[in-house]
């Protein structure tokens, strides 16, 4: 784990990059901000935090990450180490982790629960989707006060890297650490192309099993409504159809070993 301290005084925002070591983008970007020198207006912690999967180019090296918080100092796996290690280090922080996906190519946002802080921030983000995981966030960073999750875009792309930059930006800007707009010309994302200035609120209802198989197929767009009877996947020659309205969140051929994603209602809007 590699960390950032920016600013006098004890940090209260902080951000973490690669909690996922085939998601490189999380700690690109923070070192490209870092090593901007930004003038900070408060303190901030950023960290890269699962190095030895990152240099190893795997998601991890014996549990996932993101399923192993809150973690144990005594724990056998590396992760289940680390994961006690990076909640003593944003405890009392306000908290962006970063992400990538293999099923949507733009930016939005994961919180366990839409709460005061996420109401806060997230209409600051350049995002359109915010997802409220509930009782599927077990083990996330995301299951502790005050964290929001941000998948910036298609893992290991480029546009993942630059993503992820500009949501840094936007997260420090909207917690007050750093006086810059978001909008600024150099960025790709901005806030200005968002419909009425308004995030979309999804909650997650299931998870969607993917048996074994050689090959896996997707044919739905994920945050658009698949309607009962449409078909949406399929497992070599077995398709599976829909038995009732839902949104797919996540959903991707091989993004999980044993799901193909999530099924989600639309709830709302965050204004």
């Known amino acids: 784990m590699r960390i950032y301290e920016l600013g006098e005084g004890t940090p209260e925002v902080a951000v973490i990059g690669s909690i996922h070591g085939d998601e490189p983008c999380g700690a690109r970007a923070v070192e490209r901000f870092v090593a901007a020198e930004p003038a900070v207006e408060r303190p901030v912690k950023l960290i890269v935090a699962n190095e030895e999967a990152l240099d190893a180019g795997v998601r991890y090296l014996d549990e996932d990450l993101n399923r192993a918080f ?15 290690d990076l909640v003593r280090e944003v ?6 982790a970063l992400h990538s996906t293999q099923s949507y190519a733009k930016p939005f946002a994961l ?15 350049p995002i359109d989707e915010l997802v409220e995981t509930g009782d599927f966030a077990g083990g996330r960073l995301i299951d502790h006060a005050h964290t929001v999750e941000v998948e910036c875009g298609l893992q290991g792309s480029a546009d993942a890297e630059e993503n992820a930059y500009w949501v840094i930006r936007s997260f420090l800007a909207a917690t007050g650490v750093v006086s810059a707009p ?14 009425d200035d308004r995030v979309t609120v999804y909650r997650m209802l299931e998870r969607i099993p993917k048996e074994p198989a050689e090959t896996y197929e997707v044919f739905v767009n994920n945050f658009e409504l698949v309607e009962e009877g449409d078909r949406f996947a399929a497992a070599d020659d077995r398709t599976f159809t829909a038995d009732r309205p839902f949104y797919p969140v996540l959903l ?3 993004g999980y070993e044993d799901v193909f994603g999530y099924a989600a209602d639309r709830i709302g809007t965050l204004d």
């Not at 919180?111 to 600051?124: E, K, L, N, Q, T």
Request: glycine share 10%.
């Open 91 to 96: 405890r009392g922080c306000t908290t962006l």
């Open 182 to 195: 978001v909008d600024d010309e150099e960025s790709p994302i901005t806030l200005g192309t968002r419909e």
């Open 70 to 84: 809150p973690g144990d100092a005594n724990a056998d796996s590396h992760e289940g180490r680390l994961a006690a």
């Open 111 to 125: 919180v366990g629960d839409v709460d005061a802080v996420s109401r806060s921030i997230c209409p600051h983000l």
């Open 252 to 254: 991707s051929a091989y």
